[in-house]
Every structure is written in structure tokens, then in C-alpha cells.
């Protein structure tokens, strides 16, 4: 061969290496699927080396491959998928362990499935493999093989790496996008949750919210909310997945054995089972049973203590990612805020409770007091001085004794609406019912009553008591109304009234009498709804929890 012939050939072979690599630069900037892209390298690899097969492997352990791609020169290349164990294999085991580009020339003396199956049903003589290196990682390798005997060039390990190269390229490219689509949705779900959350919605549907939200972006099949009680139990607070019917929310657990579950409750850190097979103790035999396969949890922490534990779990036979724990902290976040604001409500409104019970309970006393003391001496007083009148023969004398008489007899009266205005005696004695059929009689207008309610607590009573009498002094004031409705119902667990009139509306709900309302009837975990349009009337409508006894 000439020298001019030889470097037209060599410019040849450089501009078709050139084209070829181009090709693939493309196919990698286009951003192409994996499949694609990874079909199209082992064809333009095949081609530009001469070789008779080409084939691409992801390694899927330190002890295991999987095949991604296979090209052949001519016809079909076998079918080839699943799992392959590098028992005895010396070309991808090398690549793995020195991370360089190797050679197999005499696949005849190797000995496992891969070269059982290379040689044997392949027929190869001759492989050239290169390692694909993502992120300072073996993601993979890339291989030419030959048929014939003669073997392939001493140049294909360099020539082939640049093809590699690209294929690392792409592979960390898709990567980093589907980090940023990963990022980006766990970001939303995150802003989902915290919406919740900051709406003060109930406990069981932010746990349920998050339960669903760590499922979908693990990508798994059951994600649950634990909680840890006193005795020694967990109890499912809320389920999202294949579990959901088997391990329904309220299930509750002895702490036993080795699993996730004990695991976090014992050390109150993150815990992880890759491999459920050596789990023990109820749970982790009922689980395992059902078909998890790995599991990792992540404490809930509310305050300083541990509250309970998020798990999540998986039915594949590879275990959860690395990042899981971390991923899911977040989420366990949310969880311990809400359990923290619920729990801050829950005292306040206890307190609130408390104050305004023993507030009641002074009122109460007071009326006792005013009642047996005050108001028996006042009319004591008044049926003395009718007698002092009577008896007075002194024209100036009977004056002053009608005159004291008729301070008394306004003195008692006084007294009396003032015992009204905190509590009437008919309320305390007789009930809700009793008490708006007062406030109904000593209304401007006329009070339409339908109040069918059974004895309820006295904090109760008195709180709904309120609401009437605010309402109607609303009316009174402001309303102008021709008639007023007061209606008093329990059912469901729940009192509920509500005061409507046909007056002008427009009622202001920022005003000092519907303000306490709000507190008083928070302190019940109740709520206090008024709807006022202009020109159509006002409805204050109240609903307070019942104990279980008087809600029944």
C-alpha cells in the first residue's frame, strides 16, 4: 500500500469516525430517549469498527448486569434481557473493578453464563468493552465483538471510548433533568402540604395528604403516618397505597421485633431494611407476608419528642433509593407543625374552656347570692315599708315611707334584671329552653321559639345562651325587624342554633358582642356563622360539639 493511499484511507476512517461521533453528539443535544440513543450508538459503534455485534450493559450491582441495547451486522441479534450474574466473567468485571477500556480475545477459555452464552450462542471470538463513567461512577460499559478470527483493532479501545464519552454525556444530562423534574415535583407536593397546614385543615387530612404526596414522588407502593402510644403500640393514622385494605387506618400494633417500625421508636432516628426477609415481630411478619421487600421511616418529632414515624415501603426486589430518608424529612416536617399547631390549638382552647367554666360558675353563684341575700332582704324591705305606709298617721311620715317604698320596690327591679343580665335562675334550673323563652318575653318584637334540646352541660347551655341573647340584642338595636326566629336543635353530636330576623341586614361581624362570641364558642371548638346582606335580614347561626352522652 502507498503512503498516499494509506492517508487517504486513515482521512477516510477519521471523516467516518467524525460522522459518526457527530451523529450521536446530535442525538445526545436533542435530549433523545435513552432507548434511542443507546440503540444508535451500538449501531454507529458496530459499523465504524467493522464489528459483527455490538452491545451496550448498565451494571445493576457489583455483581450483576443488564443488558440495554444489542445491534448486529447481519439479521437479528438474539434476544437478550433480564438480570446477568458476573460469575466467572473477566471483560465486564474488569472494566468494573479498573475503569478502563479491556479486551476479551479468547472468550473460548472463559468460563460463566455471560461467556457460556457470548461464545456458545453468539459465536464470539473477540470483544472490545469501555467503561461509561457517569458522575465519577461505572454507570455501564460498551462493547464490539468479532466473529471471525481475526481480532479487532488495536485502536478500538481509544477510538471507542469517545463514544462513551457521549453516551456519559447523555446519560448525566437526562440525570440532571430528571432531578430537576424530581426537585420541581417534590417542591409542589411540598407546597401542597403546607398549604394544608397553614389552612389549619385536621390532622387526618394533612396525614393523609402526606401519606399519598411520598408515595407519588418515591414512586412506590405504600406510604403510611405512625404514631406511638404510651402503651407500647402504634396505631396507623393514615395509609396511602397496596397496604391501604389489609392495613386499614386505626390498625394498631405491639412494638416487637426487628423492623422499621421498632427501629425508629428505639433509637428515634431514621432507620432503613433493605431486605425485609430477616424482619421479625408482628409487623414485620404481616408486612413481609403482603410482599415488602425493603423499607426506610423517618421519626416525627413534635416539639422534642418523638410523636410517631413516617414509613415508606417498596415490592420490588431493589431497594429504596439512598435519598428516601432525606427526601421524606421534609414531609415529616409538615407533619410535626401540624401536630404542633393542632395540639397549641387544643390547649388554648382548653384553657379557654376552663376560664370561661369557671367564669359560669361565678355567675351562677352570684345569682345564688343576689337571689337568697340581696333580693330576699330588698323585698323584705318593700313589704315592711307597705306596712310602715299603712300604719303611718303623719301625713310627712307616710311621705317619706312612700318614698322609700318606691326606691326599694325600683332597687329590686334593678337588681333583678342585673341577676338576669348574668345568668337567669330559669336557665340554671330548667335548661336552654327555659332561658330563650325569657329572652323571648322581654324582646321588642315578637320571638318565634322552636327550641327542642335536652339538658346539656351547663358550659354548653350557657355559651349557647349567649349567642341567643346577643343576637336578640342585636335585633333590638339594630335590626328594625317585624319578627325574629330562634331555633335550638342536637343532633350528630352537635347543638346547633341559630336566631334569623327580617330586618334591614348589613349587620357588622367585627363588632364587641359577636368577637366574644367567637371566643367563647372557640373554646368549645365551636364555630359561629352570620350572614347579613344588606336589605334581606340577619342569621347568626352557632354549632358546638356535645359531649357523646348528650349528643346521642
Known amino acids: 500500500m502507498t503512503t498516499n493511499s ?40 458496530g459499523v465504524l469498527f467493522g464489528a459483527d455485534l455490538a452491545g451496550m450493559i448498565r451494571y445493576v450491582t457489583d455483581q450483576a448486569v443488564t443488558p440495554v441495547a444489542t445491534w448486529a451486522a447481519e439479521g437479528q441479534h438474539p434476544e437478550v434481557t433480564g438480570d446477568w450474574p458476573l460469575d466467572g466473567d473477566q471483560l465486564a468485571t474488569t472494566i468494573l473493578g479498573t475503569r478502563r477500556p479491556a479486551r476479551e480475545d479468547h472468550w473460548g477459555q472463559a468460563a460463566g453464563p455471560i461467556a457460556t452464552f457470548v461464545h456458545d450462542r453468539l459465536g464470539v471470538r473477540s470483544s472490545v468493552g469501555c467503561p461509561v463513567v457517569v458522575e465519577d461512577r461505572v454507570w455501564g460499559a460498551l462493547f464490539v465483538h468479532s466473529t471471525s478470527a481475526r481480532a479487532l483493532s488495536g485502536d478500538t479501545e481509544s ?62 407502593e405504600d406510604a403510611r403516618v405512625l404514631r406511638y402510644e404510651a402503651d407500647g403500640t402504634v396505631t396507623v393514622m393514615a395509609s396511602w397505597g397496596t397496604l391501604g385494605a389489609a392495613i386499614p387506618v386505626g390498625t394498631r400494633w405491639t412494638l416487637e421485633g426487628e423492623n422499621v417500625s421498632t427501629m425508629v421508636r428505639r433509637t ?30 423517618t421519626p416525627i418529632v413534635v416539639e ?42 387544643a390547649e388554648l382552647a382548653a384553657s379557654r374552656a376552663r376560664i370561661m367554666t369557671a ?29 310602715a305606709a299603712q300604719a303611718a298617721k303623719d301625713d310627712a311620715v307616710a311621705e317619706l315611707v312612700q318614698e322609700a317604698l318606691e326606691e326599694a320596690e325600683g332597687a329590686t327591679v334593678e337588681l333583678r334584671e342585673f341577676a338576669h343580665g348574668i345568668l337567669p335562675a330559669a ?52 335590626a328594625r325587624a317585624s319578627r325574629v326566629c330562634v331555633e335550638a336543635s342536637a343532633a350528630g353530636g352537635r347543638l346547633r342554633v341559630e ?54
Open 6 to 45: 494509506a492517508s487517504r484511507e486513515e482521512i477516510a476512517r477519521l471523516a467516518g469516525e467524525h460522522a459518526a461521533l457527530h451523529r450521536v453528539a446530535t442525538l445526545v443535544a436533542r435530549g433523545v430517549p435513552q432507548d434511542e440513543l443507546f440503540s444508535a450508538v451500538v449501531g454507529e459503534a
Open 159 to 220: 477510538r471507542l471510548m469517545a463514544f462513551t464519552e457521549l453516551v456519559a454525556t447523555a446519560i448525566a444530562n437526562s440525570h440532571a433533568r430528571g432531578e430537576v423534574r424530581r426537585l420541581v415535583a417534590e417542591q409542589a407536593a411540598l407546597r401542597r402540604v403546607a398549604t394544608l397546614v397553614a389552612r389549619e385543615r385536621p390532622p387526618s387530612e394533612v396525614f393523609a395528604a402526606v401519606a399519598e404526596e411520598v408515595a407519588r414522588i418515591l414512586e412506590i
Open 268 to 297: 428515634g432516628r431514621v432507620a432503613r431494611k433493605d431486605y425485609y426477609d430477616d424482619a421479625s415481630g408482628r409487623i414485620g411478619d404481616r408486612v413481609r407476608d403482603l410482599g415488602v421487600r425493603s423499607a426506610v421511616g
Open 304 to 345: 422534642g419528642r418523638l410523636w410517631g414515624a413516617m414509613l415508606a415501603a417498596s415490592f420490588s426486589d431493589v431497594p429504596l433509593p439512598a435519598d428516601a430518608e432525606a427526601r421524606i424529612g421534609e414531609f415529616t416536617e409538615l407533619v410535626a407543625t401540624a401536630i404542633a399547631n393542632v395540639e397549641a390549638r
Open 359 to 387: 367564669a359560669d360558675e361565678e355567675r351562677r353563684r352570684v345569682v345564688r347570692d343576689l337571689h337568697d341575700g340581696a333580693q330576699q332582704r330588698l323585698m323584705h324591705t318593700v313589704v315592711t315599708l307597705k306596712m
Open 427 to 478: 336557665l340554671t334550673r330548667r335548661g336552654l329552653a327555659a332561658g330563650v323563652e325569657l329572652l323571648a318575653e322581654r324582646a321588642p318584637v315578637p320571638v318565634e321559639v322552636d327550641v327542642a334540646v335536652p339538658r346539656l352541660p351547663p358550659p354548653i347551655e350557657a355559651t349557647a345562651y349567649f349567642v341567643i341573647a346577643e343576637a336578640l340584642t342585636n335585633v333590638a338595636k339594630h
Open 499 to 552: 336566631v334569623r330576623d327580617d330586618g334591614v341586614g348589613g349587620a357588622r361581624t367585627d363588632g364587641s358582642g359577636l368577637v366574644g362570641l367567637h371566643d367563647r364558642l372557640a373554646a368549645f371548638d365551636g364555630r359561629l356563622e352570620v350572614d347579613s346582606p344588606p336589605g334581606r335580614g340577619t342569621r347568626i347561626a352557632a354549632e358546638i360539639p356535645l359531649p357523646t352522652a348528650a349528643g346521642t
